[in-house]
């Protein structure tokens, strides 16, 4: 019986790397078998200095400091969650922050400055609809013959269009309009840039996190493979259950491998999005689960519909639009012609055989709009004008619907992130604490132990998931579903081409919420 004990004891300590390191550092280790022979109240003492001793990490992983939730469900204690916020690849650089990548990004973001410069473009088209015509000079001359004849008049002119009606003031409102659009579209796309630095802040953050509990996993399921070879040396494991947690150990570090891709895609786009493509890569500071988003989501989607700046440039365009139909209908008025001179005339008068001399002439005329009273011109201002009221109202009901997955989204992440942190993660960590007791009175078994394990890890990833997809809902919905950095900002002389859907969210740039995950 004593031998059976041990052997179980052996079991149970090789699966428990910690308390493994704390029986070797005991001096424990027997010599020849290969098992660590302990008994159960020893190995229930190590646990629980194991667990009181800040874990090892790989020597390419650097620790940061961990944060315990307090939580506490049904009389269960707090319980230790497996660690977070560690470093996860070799870093070049010190940890960035989220205010160094906003700094960055307000830099060396293209799209800004193509946004300002717009505003400039927009000023400059105003001055020039609110300038006069330039008057006309030249030479003119009639009846010119040579020779003893003489006679003819020679001179020079001056003609001037006088605009009438007011179109050139008419014409200023116009594009007072676009300019105001293209400031809008300077905010919105600050406010875009900004959006998508911080969403791929949070999506390289979560990336990071998930590498490394994924790597704790892997490491767990080394162990397991470890120990499973121990045990079909001694029999007590067949050739399948070594080859399961084989095929377990491909997986896990299958699973380390993909997120080490995820994570470098990510931080390659973060890059892009400061504008800085050469960034090198390095770890970032923060935690996820620090100053988590509290939204009133029904608020947000009435803020959204009130104050987007989609909404705001819609409603410019309505008053651009009527602006245009004011100067269209002005048009009509015919603007004043006027012309005058001074030419020399050469014809001799008949009483003093001498030349007629200086003499001036002056014209003044206006154009009688008979025919052509810009009626088309009229027509199309006033469906130009039906056709941005209407895409006033498209834009609402456009973000009211895209709003609705993101709310959605936002909201099962909630509830996901509360259920996890107050009822899940406590109960794993409680049920492998009371697992770990059972083996100690060796009344639970080796595949129980492992599973317990295994389910903490798994559900401190899926925790880092939902903390993901909380944050990139809740930027999305403070930001207004404006998340694409990139996206280069409309020239408000194009509000007319398809209507601005560029400023209408796109399901491409949103957060998935569930479908994503």
């Known amino acids: 019986m004593s031998i059976r004990t041990g052997i179980w004891a052996a079991m149970i300590i090789a699966l ?14 027997v010599e020849g078998s290969g098992l660590l022979m302990v008994s159960p109240q020893q190995m229930q003492l190590s646990s629980r200095q194991s667990q009181a001793a800040p874990q090892g990490q790989p020597e390419h992983v650097q620790s940061a400091p961990t944060q315990s939730q307090p939580a506490e469900v049904a009389g269960l204690p707090p319980a230790e969650l497996p660690s977070r916020g560690q470093a996860q690849e070799p870093a070049t650089g010190p940890p960035l922050s989220l205010e160094e990548l906003e700094r960055m990004a307000l830099e060396n973001n293209p799209t800004l400055q193509q946004a300002t410069v717009e505003v400039e473009a927009a000023s400059g088209r105003r001055v020039q609809a609110g300038l006069w015509p330039n008057p006309r000079v030249g030479y003119t001359g009639e009846e010119i013959r040579g020779g003893n004849g003489r006679g003819g008049q020679q001179g020079f002119f001056i003609e001037q269009d006088i605009v009438l009606g007011g179109k050139l003031r008419l014409g200023r409102r116009v594009f007072e309009q676009e300019i105001r659009m293209a400031e809008l579209e300077s905010a919105e796309q600050r406010l875009r840039v900004m959006n998508a630095v911080r969403l791929g802040y949070y999506q390289v953050l979560t990336s990071q996190e998930t590498l490394a509990a994924r790597r704790d996993l892997a490491r767990i399921v080394s162990e397991t493979v470890e120990t499973s070879s121990r045990l079909r040396n001694i029999g007590q494991a067949d050739e399948t259950e070594v080859l399961q947690v084989e095929m377990e150990l491909q997986q896990a570090d299958l699973a380390v491998v993909r997120e080490q891709m995820r994570l470098r895609h990510l931080w390659t786009a973060l890059a892009a ?18 100053n988590l988003p509290d939204l009133n989501e029904e608020a947000m989607v009435n803020l959204l519909l009130n104050e987007s700046p989609a909404v705001k440039i819609a409603e410019a365009n309505v008053a651009r639009a009527e602006a245009q139909l004011a100067r269209e209908r002005r048009q ?16 001799l008068l008949d009483s003093l055989q001498k030349p007629e001399g200086l003499q001036g002439f002056a014209e003044i005329g206006v154009q009688i709009p008979i025919f052509n009273r810009n009626q088309g011109g009229v027509r199309a201002a ?19 619907e895209r709003a609705a997955g993101v709310v959605q989204g936002y909201a099962d992440a909630r509830a996901r992130v509360d259920r996890y942190r107050t009822e899940i993660l406590p109960r794993a960590q409680r049920a492998y604490e009371l697992m770990l007791s059972r083996w100690g009175q060796m009344a639970a ?13 798994q559900a401190q990833t899926d925790y880092i998931a939902s903390l993901g997809d909380l944050w990139a809902n809740a930027l999305a919905l403070q930001g207004f579903l404006l998340v694409d950095g990139l996206e280069a900002p409309a020239r408000s002389g194009e509000v007319d081409l398809p209507i601005r859907e560029i400023n209408v969210p796109t399901p491409r740039g949103m957060p998935g919420g569930m479908e994503q995950r």
């Open 16 to 29: 428990t790397a910690n308390t493994a390191h704390a029986l070797f550092q005991a001096g424990r280790l």
């Open 273 to 290: 999005v400061v504008g800085v493509s050469d960034l090198p890569f390095t770890t970032l500071a923060g935690k996820l689960d620090e």
């Open 332 to 347: 009509a008025v015919p603007d004043l012609m006027l012309r005058g001179g001074v030419q020399q005339n050469g014809e």
């Open 382 to 400: 006033v469906a130009a004008r039906e056709r941005a009221a209407q895409e006033r109202v498209r834009v609402r009901l456009v973000l009211r």
């Open 445 to 457: 078994s080796y595949p129980q132990l492992l599973v317990t394990q295994r389910t903490i890890f």
